[in-house]
């Protein structure tokens, strides 16, 4: 995944503040601000890692475990 790519998702799965999309799309111009958008990245990260797992929860929840039949 391309750096882009994680700003996209995010500012779709977000309601964000103007700054906030003011610094995902221009970029850091401090410490502070960098920071900040590792937070962000953080965030995605974690909100990624569920919408993964509830996408792969459906895609088993009709999923058979053979094992169960004996």
């Not at 995944?1 to 610094?23: A, F, G, H, R, V």
């Not at 990260?45 to 797992?53: C, D, V």
Request: some cysteine.
């Amino acid at each position: 995944m391309n750096e882009e790519s994680w700003k996209l998702q995010y500012k779709q799965w977000k309601d964000l503040k103007p700054y906030q999309i003011k610094l995902i799309d221009d970029g850091p111009k401090s410490q502070s601000q960098a920071w900040f958008l590792n937070s962000m990245w953080c965030e995605w990260k974690e909100l990624k890692r569920i919408n993964e797992s509830e996408i792969s929860t459906n895609h088993f929840s009709s999923w058979t475990d053979p094992w169960e039949v004996l």
